[in-house]
């Protein structure tokens, strides 16, 4: 598998893992950040002996277990519970073997911000809504009167645009633009 791929929200997505060694190798899925929390205390003391105890480990790992088998299957993405770094974990007779690789959700806006019409000095909130792995970063920008071209607001970095009040030169079209860095396409 690759370190690192990219998926749209609401994908299915499909994991491989293989090994070269064995025999008899166990496949078995997790989350890495949760791995990593019982790696030193439990699963590390128990690659000492010679042969390993194959049982031992998957019954330490059965907890935090998302698949036994060389792939992983998951359907309709959902960044915020989806995204993130999954290993594959081979354990035979000699040993353990990790392989890493991270989910990366390209951004979906969930809450579009909604048209208003209003009077000066009420006080207006624009909401923008997202999810993607890792979290989005937001810029609200304006549409320039001139040049029709949107502006970013310096600034205005968060899911909610707030004028209070509201005044005449706020008149305009707005939107919410909404980026990972990390998925650089």
């Known amino acids: 598998e690759p370190s690192m791929m990219t998926i ?106 909604m048209d208003v019409e209003t009077k000066v000095d009420n006080i207006v909130i624009l909401t923008c809504i997202a999810d993607s792995f890792p979290a989005p970063e937001y810029q609200w920008e304006m549409r320039n009167r001139t040049s029709g071209e949107f502006e970013p607001i310096d600034g205005e970095t968060d899911t909610t645009l707030v004028f209070d009040p509201i005044d005449y030169e706020d008149y305009g079209t707005y939107r919410c633009e909404v980026t990972t860095p990390t998925i650089n396409e």
Do not use: K
């Open 8 to 113: 749209d929200n609401g994908s299915d997505i499909t994991f491989t893992c293989s090994a070269l060694g064995g025999p008899n190798n166990t496949f078995i899925w997790v989350r890495s950040d949760e791995l990593d929390e019982i790696f030193e205390s439990y699963i590390q003391p128990l690659l000492s002996t010679t042969p390993v105890d194959v049982s031992d480990i998957i019954s330490n790992l059965s907890d935090i277990m998302l698949a036994n088998g060389t792939i992983l299957f998951i359907e309709s993405i959902n960044a915020t519970l989806n995204g993130g770094s999954y290993e594959c974990v081979v354990i035979n007779e000699a040993g353990l073997g990790r392989n890493n690789t991270t989910l990366y959700v390209r951004p979906v806006i969930t809450e579009q911000p």
